[in-house]
């Protein structure tokens, strides 16, 4: 049956790999130059992978699908939930994770496993990081085409705040048609598009630390931001401990209230770097649970993360356009849009018999994934978001947020009498 579907130690290691997004169209709008070296492998004009169906989307075709439709999460369906929880089998405690089914916008479906469960949620919190970047540049220039002026044209280097990533990120050469993957590296110049792509894109923690040292000089300085080079520094030396604190309070815990998310669910408490954490003192932990991400997916599918303007342009930063990775990896998504975001930690200790490895660690193993999957079946739309959070020890959990990401939009699509 059709249901509602209608048509009208210890060693620790934090770990992010290579993933890419925005649309390959995107470089003329928006300066981001590794676009345009995908776009042109796409068209076989360099060499490198192609992309699959899903990711040939053009920046037109990416947008929120949700503007006036205006809830709340829905109450959790008890029968959704039970098929969704069946599918973590034994290791079901050890996973949270909720699901909306979006594919008929006026009969919503909602489905949660442990929601409420609060962890660390690595760098899926760079969600949080970009918000409170976006949420200062409305509230210095209401107008969106002086936003993205600002994006567009500030000119980002890197400095201490970016020690240290072992992470690479794309530079691409426009003239001599090169395309140089690395770590950053102080000097390390690019637009703050860029940085914004190099922080949800290739999930660069340096970027990252960047892009939030410019949100705080933003929400300080408002219209006189950027500053010169040579006055950041002297302006973190000068402001130390409280002082910064309460900068970087304003900067990302204040939007995250302002725009209807509790702190006590969704918190992004320090830095992406070492040196990030020594400068500034974020003042406490970072987390979220699977509702509250599901919350700031759905409010960005809305436009209502900061306004419809905001909204558009972090879902086109999660858009995917190279390698997936993890849960955006599965297989059976290949022909499907998916907006992703994830992020891991592990940790080992020695153990007999058990050899410590990336995502599989045994005192801790934390992996974290949110997506919004997109895909015409059969002449009809499947939507649904999902967000994902685990830590179960000694297994791949890669593999197995892969695996759940097959198994889920199968289950969707049985929902809806799809194959």
């Known amino acids: 049956m059709r249901r509602g579907f209608r048509w009208s130690l210890v060693s620790l290691c934090v770990v992010s790999v290579g993933l890419f997004a925005y649309p390959m169209d995107g470089y003329q709008d928006t ?22 169906p899903g990711a040939l989307l053009t920046t037109d075709q990416v947008s929120i699908r949700l503007e006036g439709h205006d809830f709340s999460l829905p109450p959790s369906d008890a029968d959704f939930s039970r098929e969704l929880t069946a599918l973590l089998g034994e290791q079901a405690e050890n996973y949270a994770l909720a699901v909306l089914d979006l594919s008929d916008p006026n009969m919503p479906v909602y489905a949660e496993h442990r929601g409420q469960h609060r962890q660390n949620v690595g760098s899926v919190g760079k969600l949080v990081a970009a918000l409170g970047l976006f949420q200062g540049l409305a509230d210095t220039y209401p107008a969106v085409e002086d936003r993205e002026t600002v994006l567009r044209n500030t000119i980002v280097t890197a400095d ?17 048609k090169q395309l140089t993957r690395r770590p950053m590296r102080d000097g390390d110049t690019g637009s703050l598009w860029e940085y914004l792509d190099w922080t949800l894109s290739v999930s660069s923690n340096s970027a990252a630390a960047m892009t939030m040292r410019d949100a705080m000089l933003l929400r300080q300085f408002g219209t006189d931001y950027p500053l010169p080079e040579q006055q950041i520094t002297p302006y973190f030396d000068q402001h ?12 990302f815990w204040e939007p995250v209230t302002r725009n209807g998310f509790s702190l006590d669910a969704l918190r ?14 974020g003042g406490g932990l970072s987390y979220a649970t699977a509702r509250s991400l599901m919350q700031y997916l759905l409010a960005m599918e809305q436009g209502r993360l900061v306004d419809p303007w905001t909204s558009i342009a972090l879902k086109r930063l999660l858009y995917m356009t190279e390698r997936r990775i993890r849960y955006a990896s599965a297989p059976a998504l290949a022909n499907a849009a998916v907006y992703f975001k994830s992020g891991s930690l592990y940790s080992c200790e020695p153990e007999e018999g058990f050899k410590c490895g990336a995502y599989r660690g045994n005192v801790r193993n934390y992996m974290n994934s949110v997506a919004i999957i997109e895909e015409d079946v059969e002449g009809r739309q499947v939507h649904y978001l999902v967000t ?9 959990s890669a593999v197995a947020h892969q695996k759940l990401g097959g198994e889920i939009h199968a289950l969707i699509k049985a929902r809806h009498d799809l194959k």
Do not use: C, M, W
Request: charge should be positive; proline fraction near 1%.
């Open 240 to 251: 130390r401990g409280a002082q910064l604190t309460d900068l970087y309070k304003r900067t």
């Open 31 to 52: 300066g981001i130059r590794r676009l345009e070296q995908a776009r042109l492998t796409q068209l076989g004009e360099l060499s490198g992978a192609r992309q699959p």
């Open 388 to 396: 994902l959070v685990s830590n179960v020890l000694r297994e791949n």
């Open 160 to 176: 201490r705040f970016s020690h240290s990533d072992h992470h690479t990120i794309r530079l691409y050469d426009l003239e001599a």
């Open 268 to 281: 992004q408490g320090s830095f992406f770097t070492r040196e990030g954490k020594r400068l500034v003192n």
